[in-house]
């Protein structure tokens, strides 16, 4: 079988959506010998796989730029002909509506209008006439948690028999580093230890004003003083974040990192005291899964999707009660048993996700889908 994955969330600094794509596609390659795959998009996009190029696949940048709007009208449908594909995976919530094979698309949540309030008003207005449309379109839905699956099908009525739940999972490079190892990371950043971390865009969905409170309340009431680093490249509407972060006087112990590499990452979870993930919503939540992977300690929320990430590996807080987060601060900053306890489940609970069994089932979807379409 010849399939095509959308490439376009390869094409800028990647975030949850293009790890996603990436290790996707690694692993279909790596798992399914017997079958090709191609990664393409009408912009030119870097795939640094982390175990080399399988031959099985490859990248296939069409350079149709100047008529980017009529992609998914014209230039992908053209393509899928010319190739010829036997499937389509829209790994970014688009499939084209026209398209010479059959489709599959990932919803990766539906924030756009469950939560339409953190989100640009235009974003919103084009995911409102669009989703709707890809979920019509699209022969299955791939939905990273159960969470998102219900989700999909309170606000767009599907049927619950055309979404299958694929869960993500910590990428290898995901691993705890010793002491030694971070201190090259650290330094770049200029962190200092002991720290707190974030890691994600600077957005009102992270809910990171509840976290600045929270920080503010542990500096203020208790002895412990760690630093707060924040990685993240800026989102809509930051500045409410970084505006209090200036009023309650902490930019000496905030450290904003901007956008991280992934290379530093391991090195960034592995040094913290703990990974702190305070989101209002989540279609599947890869940070804290990433942190818990490099044996770190992690406080999230618990809506959404997280609980089900984190399970029982993690201290979960109402994201809305900074001082419930407070509280979880203080129990990983002076208890040191509580800690280590934390960090071995979090490593268990880790172990449990695969993106190994992600790309087995993954095809398996592919091949259900494109049998039914042969019988049409």
Same mark, same amino acid.
């Given at each position: 079988?010849?399939?095509?994955?959308?490439?376009?969330?390869?094409?800028?600094?990647?975030?949850?959506?293009?790890?996603? =794509?990436?290790?996707?596609?690694?692993?279909?390659?790596?798992?399914?010998?017997?079958?090709?795959?191609?990664?393409?998009?009408?912009?030119?996009?870097?795939?640094?796989?982390?175990?080399?190029?399988?031959?099985?696949? &490859?990248?296939?940048?069409?350079?149709?730029?100047?008529?980017?709007?009529?992609?998914?009208?014209?230039?992908?449908?053209?393509?899928?002909?010319?190739?010829?594909?036997?499937?389509?995976?829209?790994?970014?919530?688009?499939?084209?509506?026209?398209?010479?094979?059959? =489709?599959?698309?990932?919803?990766?949540?539906?924030?756009?209008?469950?939560?339409?309030? =953190?989100?640009?008003?235009?974003?919103?207005?084009?995911?409102?006439?669009?989703?709707?449309?890809?979920?019509?379109?699209?022969?299955?839905?791939?939905?990273?948690?159960?969470?998102?699956?219900?989700?999909?099908?309170?606000?767009?009525?599907?049927?619950?028999?055309?979404?299958?739940?694929?869960?993500?999972?910590?990428?290898?490079?995901?691993?705890?580093?010793?002491?030694?190892?971070?201190?090259?990371?650290?330094?770049?950043?200029?962190?200092?230890?002991?720290?707190?971390?974030?890691?994600?865009?600077?957005?009102?969905?992270?809910?990171?004003? =509840?976290?600045?409170?929270?920080?503010?309340?542990?500096?203020?009431?208790?002895?412990?003083?760690?630093?707060?680093?924040?990685?993240?490249?800026?989102?809509?509407?930051?500045?409410?974040?970084?505006?209090?972060?200036?009023?309650?006087?902490?930019?000496?112990?905030?450290?904003?990192?901007?956008?991280?590499?992934?290379?530093?990452?391991?090195? #960034?979870?592995?040094?913290?005291?703990?990974?702190?993930?305070?989101?209002?919503?989540?279609?599947?939540?890869?940070?804290?899964?990433?942190?818990?992977?490099?044996?770190?300690?992690?406080?999230?929320?618990?809506?959404?999707?997280?609980?089900?990430?984190?399970?029982?590996?993690?201290? #979960?807080?109402?994201?809305?009660?900074?001082?419930?987060?407070?509280?979880?601060?203080?129990?990983?900053?002076?208890?040191?048993?509580?800690?280590?306890?934390?960090?071995?489940?979090?490593?268990?609970?880790?172990?449990?996700?695969?993106?190994?069994?992600?790309?087995?089932?993954?095809? &398996?979807?592919?091949?259900?889908?494109?049998?039914?379409?042969?019988?049409?």
């Amino acid at each position: 079988m010849r399939i095509a994955l959308d490439a376009i969330p390869l094409v800028a600094a990647k975030t949850g959506i293009g790890h996603y =794509t990436d290790a996707l596609a690694e692993w279909l390659a790596r798992v399914h010998t017997d079958h090709q795959y191609e990664l393409i998009s009408p912009f030119d996009f870097e795939f640094d796989p982390c175990h080399g190029t399988p031959a099985n696949l &490859s990248k296939k940048y069409i350079p149709v730029r100047s008529i980017f709007r009529k992609w998914w009208l014209i230039g992908l449908p053209s393509f899928l002909q010319i190739s010829p594909v036997d499937l389509f995976h829209g790994t970014n919530y688009c499939v084209p509506v026209f398209a010479p094979c059959p =489709t599959i698309v990932t919803v990766h949540d539906m924030s756009l209008l469950a939560q339409s309030g =953190t989100h640009e008003s235009e974003n919103v207005r084009r995911g409102k006439r669009r989703l709707p449309i890809m979920i019509r379109r699209a022969k299955m839905i791939i939905a990273p948690s159960e969470w998102t699956k219900h989700e999909i099908i309170r606000h767009l009525g599907t049927k619950p028999e055309k979404i299958r739940v694929i869960p993500e999972a910590a990428r290898d490079k995901m691993k705890p580093l010793l002491p030694e190892e971070q201190t090259a990371v650290l330094d770049k950043h200029g962190i200092r230890t002991p720290y707190l971390l974030f890691v994600g865009t600077i957005e009102p969905r992270k809910n990171l004003v =509840t976290l600045v409170r929270a920080y503010h309340e542990l500096l203020r009431e208790t002895p412990h003083q760690p630093q707060l680093v924040m990685c993240g490249g800026r989102g809509w509407l930051e500045d409410d974040v970084f505006r209090l972060v200036e009023e309650l006087k902490l930019q000496d112990q905030v450290r904003f990192t901007g956008y991280v590499d992934d290379a530093d990452l391991p090195a #960034l979870y592995s040094g913290a005291e703990a990974f702190v993930y305070p989101s209002i919503y989540e279609g599947f939540g890869l940070p804290p899964l990433e942190a818990m992977a490099c044996g770190t300690p992690v406080i999230t929320s618990n809506v959404s999707s997280l609980p089900e990430v984190v399970g029982e590996a993690g201290l #979960l807080h109402d994201p809305q009660d900074y001082r419930a987060l407070t509280r979880h601060f203080v129990t990983l900053l002076g208890d040191r048993a509580a800690s280590d306890k934390l960090q071995r489940a979090g490593l268990a609970q880790a172990s449990i996700f695969s993106w190994e069994r992600a790309a087995r089932e993954t095809q &398996s979807l592919y091949d259900e889908v494109f049998e039914k379409s042969k019988k049409l």
